[in-house]
């Protein structure tokens, strides 16, 4: 079956520092990959999505990027964190194709102090 | 621009049925309607999809109507755990990407 590894669960960074989020997918092949971002008490803002190895749309600018440097793995990243980039990041996968629904990892909650 | 339209909030008794409405009245002919459920300090969760049918899974029904302008997800049994917020993804999002709106959150009152 096919699972999703998201990490860490929580972290706490100062304002300026850099960020990196991994997530994994096991047990599929070329997956679509997702990076979501829930501001307390929102509803999701969708970040990037990524349907091959080094292709990434972005769904709105921001301080923040995404790479995909293997087939099942999606990384978030930021070169100096403003206090915006607090909130709930989510990754998600999908299989390729029309109407498949989204699996969600069980997010990262990042704070910026 | 929502496509969608959900109650922000409702309420059910537990172990008694549960309708949760969604409107989508510009749903084109080959979108699905998807329907997810985020528990609190979670990632939401799959729940459901369908086209045109009628669905069951072991979580729940989803009711779509013959004009597909609408459609409901029915929780046969309330529990404690299926208080969360419930998405209804908007039509024109079937390939690749999902927008979640502010959903419905629902309360379960022992």
């Known amino acids: 079956s096919q699972t999703i590894h998201q990490w860490p669960a929580t972290l706490v960074q100062p304002v300026g520092s850099p960020l990196s989020l991994e997530c994994t997918v096991e047990g599929t092949s070329n997956p679509n990959l997702y990076w979501y971002r829930q501001a307390a008490g929102r509803g999701l803002q969708l970040l990037f999505y990524?349907?091959?190895?080094?292709?990434i749309s972005s769904e709105v600018p921001q301080n923040l990027s995404a790479s995909r440097p293997q087939d099942r793995q999606f990384i978030l990243s930021s070169k100096k964190l403003l206090l915006s980039d607090s909130g709930f990041y989510l990754c998600?996968?999908?299989?390729?194709?029309?109407?498949?629904?989204?699996?969600f990892g069980d997010g990262t909650r990042l704070s910026i102090l | 621009d929502a496509k969608t339209t959900q109650p922000n909030s409702m309420e059910s008794n537990e172990e008694e049925p549960v309708h949760l409405p969604c409107n989508h009245s510009t749903i084109s002919g080959t979108d699905y309607i998807h329907w997810y459920r985020q528990l609190p300090s979670q990632g939401p969760e799959y729940v459901i999809h369908?086209?045109?049918s009628n669905v069951n899974n072991r979580m729940a029904s989803l009711a779509i109507a013959e004009d597909r302008k609408s459609s409901t997800l029915i929780l046969h049994r309330a529990t404690l755990r299926d208080a969360a917020v419930y998405y209804c993804?908007?039509?024109?999002?079937?390939?690749?990407?999902?927008?979640f709106g502010p959903g419905t959150s629902l309360s379960v009152i022992p």
């Open positions: 990524s349907v091959g190895i080094g292709q």
């Open positions: 369908g086209l045109t």
């Open positions: 993804i908007p039509p024109g999002t079937s390939y690749d990407k999902v927008i």
């Open positions: 998600a996968w999908s299989p390729g194709g029309s109407g498949q629904p989204q699996h």
